[in-house]
């Protein structure tokens, strides 16, 4: 593995797409200083906020960030931290976030598995994971965000009773979700009837990958697990 592979850690998706001009280009130099947190940093989570937060929030692969803004914003008192290694969605969330003026957001940019590794034991409240990459191709099956060793990363994160959300556009992702969820052991779906799944999570702003996914025809599913 090269040093900087190993840095970034085993993240499969893409790190750049078009060159950034701009507002964002400018974001990225000026703002991300700012917002990023540091691996070392991950270990006092508490501390990278102004205020001791009511508690910690995660967001794993934010895309553009639309989702975080707005449960940042609807939730002051908590502390965000949104990881996203897509340098674009990263800007574009940047751009957003200082003319939002929010306190309680701090963003990392590499491998969300990285991270984990170094947040303390029950330190979050929760952890989302919206629309992961896919991979459908089933020789690239072993690189899904869900998987034995990132669900023991969030088991040990997330407090006993705290919550794991997972919406998906793939139904092959949903049942391949549901099923390692369950072989792992560490959650309960909380799913009682299929409204459950079906209907968005309260305050739910969508996202730019579901407004895609809904225009190619594809339908969400908002799965919801609790810590045991
Ligand atoms: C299909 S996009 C969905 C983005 C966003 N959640 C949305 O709904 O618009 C998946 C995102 O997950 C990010 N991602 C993939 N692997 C990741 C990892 N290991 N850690 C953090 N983010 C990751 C990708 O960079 C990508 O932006």
Known sequence: ?????????????RRIGKSLRGAQQDAMVRLLPRYRLSLDE???PTALFPH????LWLEIGFGGGEHLLSHAARRPGFGFIGV?????????????LEKA?????RLFDMDAALLLDRLPDGCLEGADLFYPDPWPKRRHWKRRFVRADNL????????RGGTFRVASDVPHYVGWTLAEVRAHGAFRWTAETADDWRTPYP?????????WAMDCGRTP???TFKRT
């Open 1 to 13: 593995m090269t040093e900087d592979k190993e840095r970034r850690g085993a993240f499969y998706g």
């Open 42 to 44: 991950g270990a006092t």
């Open 52 to 55: 001791t937060p009511e508690g």
């Open 84 to 96: 996203e290694p897509f340098i674009n969605g990263m800007a574009r969330m940047l751009v957003d």
């Open 101 to 105: 003026g929010l306190a309680n957001i």
């Open 152 to 159: 023991d990363r969030l088991a040990r994160v997330i407090r």
């Open 203 to 211: 305050h739910w702003p969508g996202t730019r990958y579901e407004a």
């Open 221 to 223: 599913t908002y799965l």
